[in-house]
């Protein structure tokens, strides 16, 4: 077979491309005891798994149906217990979705499987007997079809003789007429094959035809006999007698028609996000402009993530943000059958609003879904006796309720669960999905954390045995190798400082005078200071086996329990890590200083090095506040502490000198956690201790990573791995300006230093009547600005690759290869900016790197995510016992019916929410909330609140605050 096709070259000349399709007879039909293909080539084939004749039935699916309903073909519940994977099929789905093609193909080459199901690939597009050509004019649905009938009825008579009944599966009533048509008129054509063993099913009938042996296919699949209950039924004067579907959301458009309306300037495209406070409001922001979502029927089926198409409504229709908490529907609101309605706008809820009128508009189309499988558990009031149907209740409060069907419903109560979402109807009130696994206990401890990292996909899985086996052996250790090729720096007074119980020990440092031998420095006192780094690079070579997961994972993701590691152990704890008195490879930056930590010269080298030891916080202050008064201690104690002194005091200088040139100190409020180590429960929290040895490690990393940047952008301008925090728009401050004006605060945002100095000038001013508040303003502040993130310096132009919170020209990550992939990369890079090695290809290529960025980044955002949902889980945990206690909290915004508040004491912030008989008054430009009882509430107040833990059944349980 072949093709004909006609090309034109960029010279408009019109030429012929000739594509060839050649067929093979002695390709295998790969059952296992097939007499017909047992004298083919044993070798063909040989590297798939086979189908067992034994089987009940053979199931080949269509395209739609591995595409739809994933979970439920790769379950292995009978009768799935042999599937026939076509090849053209997988073809298909490689271009359609990677990651179910990834999913399928890696059960195809697993030649382990023994008792479960056992998937084989079919290769019908090189098969002489079962592949067939397109027909011209033939549609590609019609055409995948028709070749899926070709293959059924080829196979069914291939295997008359042994009795195998084939299944056909089908996605929709539509296609199975349309299958079972092509097969009626192939039979038609070959007389002799009348009495072909087949029968095609949809999904739907296949689940109904085998329920009463496998009761799970119902919950899997999310499918069933009936589900008109799924929707909103009613008869034309609005009665719900007859069986007339209602339609509550309009239909979506075509990607066709959206092109056309986009370049009329109709619509625009991006990513929907819902706000924190009010799941019925969402914005969508391009190149171009943002677009305000309000009301369901608005957001038309669309969820947080989604890449949407939005039609911009007239300038007649455009709304303001609201400020009104809104968190959940109620539970008679989502159960019952009435069309949802929008907010309508009006004069009362003008007042609701702090921000002008923007450009508001309705999701038009779902360019591509952001359905991944969310935790939760089933909502207990929507379980009735003897159904089986139930509402599963998403742990993420920005995801829809989700309508599920299994017959164990009454089992899954109080068990939280892993759930996908199938389908979303316009006549449905809520998506269609289905359970793919229990998860444990709601509530239970391990349980809760398991759904923490299932909610930000954080892998878990073990190292795979080729990633391992990248590693030395047990035996490997520092030898004169490797202290020929490398700076020997063993000798110098080098010392790491950490948390308490850190194994994953990734830097250290070093001070201490040296001569100035060849006079360039002047007669200056010169000291050197260095900043090892750990070299990972030296044991994770690019593109292996362990390179590629770390890629993947992107970070390590430190919990308050537990640590899910970016490397395996064997490097993070032992070989990389810089432990006192053991030699260890590691990656330096050699600064010559002057006592005023003016940088008179930098060297970067790959070095052995062996610590001294290996210090928390808390123990190298204690050295340096003992060596102050004269309690140096002597011999190597005496160094380390000369050391440590000389490293803060010129941390000391150049933290002077960076917020001089308008470094920002910034905020968050971090806690710590005290566990049992018994028991390994929390038995207290509190606010993190920051000491001056924690600003001293943090100078060193900051100078060694802006010297690691300047050299690798100056050595690889169009590729270096860098990261940048762009400067806040006015537009993003201007919350943080309002709340610091309805106090009186006048802050200076013109640069960062300026903004700086004004929170400088006011914690001096009010250290003693209210020392919390410049760190509250500092925290308002950090909040207004965007993230910082990793690029690919090419890409990005050159007065834009500045770090507007640390006023650097140009930044990196270089400090924490143990747990940032990005540091790997930089480590390459400065590797080959020194001769030490060649750069690989693929990181001379701008793309390639802002990919890896762009995966490095949302791996970070991941990690922090899921390390605040552990922090919130802990202190779930550490209150849910004890009675409601009244603590202290400050006002960090105001709303129109509540406050968003935090309590300093434990860093646990929340929401107070006011009923509606309060009579909340709300004025933006005050910053106030004033209530019918005569209570006013303005952000940064400081007031009472009773802390306690509200279990909901369904939703994770939390910290919730109520008035004192």
């Not at 930089?826 to 390639?848: D, E, F, I, K």
């Amino acid at each position: 077979d072949g093709k004909l096709i006609l090309r034109k070259s960029r010279q408009n000349s019109v030429f012929y491309n000739a594509r060839e399709h050649y067929l093979r007879d002695d390709l295998p039909c790969q059952l296992s005891n097939c007499g017909l293909c047992s004298k083919l080539s044993k070798s063909i084939g040989s590297a798939t798994n086979k189908l067992s004749s034994s089987s009940a039935y053979i199931i080949i699916p269509d395209i739609y149906v591995l595409l739809k309903y994933t979970d439920l073909i790769l379950s292995s519940v009978q009768p799935l217990s042999d599937i026939l994977i076509l090849q053209s099929i997988l073809k298909s789905i490689r271009t359609e979705k990677q990651e179910i093609y990834k999913k399928i193909y890696k059960l195809l080459i697993d030649k382990s499987q023994v008792n479960d199901a056992r998937y084989v690939l079919f290769s019908d597009e090189y098969h002489y007997r079962a592949y067939t050509s397109r027909m011209q004019g033939e549609s590609e649905r019609d055409y995948q079809l028709r070749s899926l009938a070709h293959v059924v009825v080829f196979l069914s008579a291939h295997w008359m003789r042994l009795g195998v009944n084939i299944i056909l599966l089908t996605d929709t009533k539509e296609a199975q007429m349309k299958v079972d048509a092509f097969v009626d008129k192939l039979v038609g054509e070959n007389d002799g094959k009348s009495q072909l063993k087949v029968k095609s099913l949809t999904v739907k009938q296949f689940v109904n035809e085998f329920a009463s042996i496998s009761p799970q296919l119902i919950e899997i699949s999310g499918t069933g006999s009936d589900e008109e209950d799924d929707e909103v039924l009613v008869d034309s004067e609005g009665s719900g007698k007859s069986r007339k579907k209602r339609t509550i959301y309009a239909e979506h458009w075509t990607e066709s028609r959206v092109k056309e309306e986009k370049s009329k300037g109709n619509v625009v495209e991006g990513v929907l996000r819902v706000s924190g406070f009010n799941f019925e409001e969402a914005t969508v922001r391009s190149d171009e402009r943002s677009v305000l979502i309000v009301g369901k029927e608005s957001l038309n089926r669309a969820l947080d993530g989604d890449r949407v198409a939005v039609e911009v409504l007239s300038e007649d229709q455009w709304q303001a943000q609201s400020l009104k908490i809104v968190e959940d529907d109620s539970e008679e609101k989502q159960n019952s059958k009435s069309k949802v309605k929008a907010p309508a706008a009006s004069m009362d809820t003008a007042i609701d609003l702090h921000t002008q009128l923007m450009p508001t508009g309705r999701v038009v189309c779902i360019l591509k879904r952001n359905w991944r499988p969310f935790c939760g558990a089933l909502q207990v009031s929507s379980v009735v006796e003897g159904s089986d149907r139930a509402i599963f209740v998403p742990v993420d409060r920005l995801a829809p309720r989700i309508r599920i069907r299994s017959r164990r419903v009454s089992e899954l109560l109080g068990r939280r669960l892993l759930v996908v979402a199938d389908s979303w109807p316009r006549s449905s009130t809520l998506p269609n999905g289905h359970v793919v696994r229990e998860l444990g206990i709601s509530g239970d401890k391990e349980t809760e954390t398991e759904v923490i990292l299932l909610e930000n996909n954080i892998p878990t899985r073990a190292f795979s045995a080729a990633a391992l086996a990248c590693l030395p052996d047990e035996s490997w250790a520092v030898n004169e190798t490797h202290v020929s090729r490398r700076w020997d720096l063993r000798n110098r007074p080098v010392c790491s400082v950490d948390p308490p119980g850190c194994t994953d020990i990734d830097d250290a440092l070093h001070c201490m005078k040296v001569p100035d031998t060849r006079g360039e420095f002047r007669g200056k006192t010169v000291l050197e200071v260095g900043v090892h780094i750990a070299d990972v690079t030296a044991f994770l070579q690019h593109g292996s086996a362990l390179d590629v997961e770390a890629a993947q994972r992107g970070t390590s993701v430190y919990l308050v329990d537990r640590r899910i590691e970016m490397l395996p152990s064997r490097l993070t704890s032992d070989l990389c890590s810089l432990r006192g008195e053991v030699e260890r490879l590691a990656f330096s930056v050699v600064f010559k200083m002057d006592e005023d930590a003016n940088v008179l010269s930098t060297e970067f080298g790959r070095s052995v090095i062996k610590s001294n030891a290996a210090l928390t916080y808390e123990q190298a202050q204690d050295r340096i506040d003992a060596a102050r008064k004269g309690h140096s201690g002597r011999g190597k104690d005496a160094e380390i502490a000369r050391s440590l002194v000389g490293l803060a005091q010129l941390a000391n200088k150049l933290r002077e000198r960076r917020v001089e040139a308008g470094s920002l100190t910034l905020a968050s409020p971090e806690v710590k956690f005290e566990v049992q180590a018994e028991t390994n429960d929390v038995t207290d929290v509190k606010l993190y201790q920051v000491r001056e040895t924690n600003k001293m490690v943090e100078e060193f990393m900051l100078l060694a990573n802006i010297a690691v940047a300047e050299k690798i952008r100056q050595q690889f301008p169009s590729c270096a791995m860098l990261r940048r925090h762009p400067v806040p728009t006015e537009e993003m401050l201007e919350p943080l300006l309002q709340t610091a004006q309805a106090h009186g605060i006048e802050l200076d945002i013109s640069s960062s230093k300026t903004l700086n100095e004004s929170l400088s000038k006011l914690e001096k001013l009010r250290s003693k009547s209210d020392p919390y508040l410049a760190t509250l303003l500092r925290i308002l502040a950090t909040r207004s600005m965007t993230q910082a993130v990793y690029f690919s310096s090419g890409l990005v132009p050159l007065p834009e690759h500045l770090h507007y919170g640390l006023a650097a020209p140009v930044y990196t990550h270089f400090t924490s290869p143990i747990r940032r992939y990005a540091d790997v990369i930089v480590h390459r890079q400065l590797q080959a900016c020194v001769g030490y090695s060649a750069l690989p290809n693929a990181l001379y290529n701008a793309q390639h790197m802002q990919a890896v960025a762009d995966v490095v980044n949302e791996r970070h955002r991941a990690a922090q995510r899921a390390s605040r949902g552990s922090i919130a889980l802990h202190t779930v945990l550490l209150f849910r016992d004890k009675p409601a206690v009244t603590h202290q909290a400050r006002v960090m915004r105001v709303l129109s019916n509540g406050l968003i508040v935090l309590v300093p004491k434990y860093g646990v912030e929340g929401v107070v929410r006011f009923e509606d008989d309060m009579n909340p008054e709300f004025n933006s430009e005050k910053q106030e909330l004033r209530c019918s009882n005569g209570r006013t509430f303005r952000s940064l107040d400081t007031i009472d609140v009773i802390v306690s833990v509200d279990t909901a059944p369904e939703r994770r349980d939390r910290v919730v605050f109520n008035l004192a």
